[in-house]
T-cell receptor, first 112, second 111 residues
């Protein structure tokens, strides 16, 4: 596989469930990102990792928990979500923090 | 505060009707300006990077230009398949911060 991949592509979960989103990049990049995009709204940067260290956390509720075990993988752990968390969750990677970001296809999340 | 503003918010064109999208920026120091295309429900697709005023890049019916204050994405003789949201983003000279994205322009091309 090439580029940035995300799994699952679609996810439906109840408010009491725990699930995880996975992102993998095959580009040899050093920075990875999680974005949230609600319907017809702009991108919202959630988390940034550089060289496996979290460098930015934009006031995201604690029910979202990121994990970056190595430079190629990024996870977003979800627990006790709210219906307003339903959105498209996008992962991206770049060579460095200010470089071109390449996005994955996204995970469409629906919280019931 | 570093800002990126895109206009118009939405644009509706007839097939073949050329137009331009605007991205204006107020940043402390520009390292690069990026254009992306995003189809509904999909991740943004990288189109161009521009680094210095006067630079231009082209891809099929799209041409991006850059000045010291703004960038334009010119769309020549658009087709319905050009319908998408076009995002602009900037990278700062500090180099240690992520891209700052604009809110996008939703383009609809009607046959």
């Amino acid at each position: 596989e090439t580029g940035v991949t995300q799994t699952p592509r679609h996810l439906v979960m109840g408010m009491t469930n725990k699930k995880s989103l996975k992102c993998e990049q095959h580009l040899g990049h050093n920075a990875m990102y999680w974005y949230k995009q609600s319907a017809k709204k702009p991108l919202e940067l959630m988390f940034v990792y550089s060289l496996e260290e979290r460098v930015e956390n934009n006031s995201v509720p604690s029910r979202f928990s990121p994990e970056c075990p190595n430079s190629s993988h990024l996870f977003l752990h979800l627990h006790t979500l709210q219906p307003e968390d339903s959105a498209l969750y996008l992962c991206a990677s770049s060579q460095d923090l200010g470089g071109t970001q390449y996005f994955g296809p996204g995970t469409r999340l629906l919280v019931l | 505060e570093d800002q990126v503003t895109q206009s118009p918010e939405a644009l509706r064109l007839q097939e073949g009707e050329s137009s331009s999208l605007n991205c204006s920026y107020t940043v402390s120091g520009l390292r690069g300006l990026f254009w992306y295309r995003q189809d509904p429900g999909k991740g943004p697709e990288f189109l161009f990077t521009l680094y210095s005023a006067g630079e231009e890049k082209e891809k099929e019916r799209l041409k991006a230009t850059l000045t010291k204050k703004e960038s334009f994405l010119h769309i020549t003789a658009p087709k319905p398949e050009d319908s998408a949201t076009y995002l602009c983003a900037v990278s700062l000279n500090s180099g240690n911060t992520p891209l700052v994205f604009g809110k996008g322009t939703r383009l609809s091309v009607i046959a």
